[in-house]
């Protein structure tokens, strides 16, 4: 009976990993430590943009990530996203971006996956005017050799401000 009982016991504070108990805290510390080294990255990728740093940018797409931007452009591929990401660099429009998360979901059962969502600002020169872009953002980062890299990104612009180029 104080077997069962124990077996009860663990099993309500436990999580089916394929098919087996695991218990509940040590999952929860490994999607801790994931969501942490997403969010690590994100830090990292934000100073890469104030910074203009393609290669610090470059080093989490995997090969074939897809970019939707914000005025629905497609961008598929490391290389492409490189190119893109060069010609924002390297002109005389680009101010500042930032993407900051609200919330990072890892999938269960590995993780292998990871959702991130959030609120991305971009400022850019029009003519004599500086536009701030904003909105939506979903990036899926994909746990890779041990690394967590960006498969794909999708923006959706839900505002603009500073002048008439926004309408």
């Given at each position: 009976m104080?077997?069962?009982?124990?077996?009860?016991?663990?099993?309500?504070?436990?999580?089916?990993?394929?098919?087996?108990?695991?218990?509940?805290v040590a999952t929860q510390m490994h999607m801790g430590a994931a969501e942490t080294a997403i969010r690590s990255a994100r830090t990292e990728l934000n100073a890469a943009l104030t910074n203009r740093d393609l290669a610090a940018t470059a080093k989490y797409w995997l090969p074939d990530v897809s970019t939707t931007g914000s005025d629905g452009s497609l961008w598929v591929g490391r290389d492409q996203n490189v190119k893109g990401f060069a010609k924002i660099f390297n002109g005389n429009s680009f101010?500042?971006?930032?993407?900051?998360?609200?919330?990072?979901?890892?999938?269960?059962?590995?993780?292998?996956?990871?959702?991130?969502?959030?609120i991305w600002q971009w400022r850019e020169r029009v003519k004599n005017q500086v536009l701030m872009y904003g909105g939506r953002y979903l990036v899926m980062?994909?746990?890779?050799?041990?690394?967590?890299?960006?498969?794909?990104?999708?923006?959706?612009?839900?505002?603009?401000?500073?002048?008439?180029g926004c309408l």
């Open positions: 104080l077997k069962m009982l124990c077996f009860a016991c663990s099993l309500a504070t436990s999580t089916l990993v394929f098919g087996q108990a695991q218990p509940a101010v500042s971006g930032r993407r900051t998360p609200d919330k990072i979901e890892v999938a269960t059962g590995g993780p292998k996956e990871a959702a991130e969502t959030g980062w994909q746990l890779v050799n041990g690394k967590w890299r960006i498969r794909s990104e999708l923006y959706v612009t839900t505002s603009c401000s500073g002048g008439t």
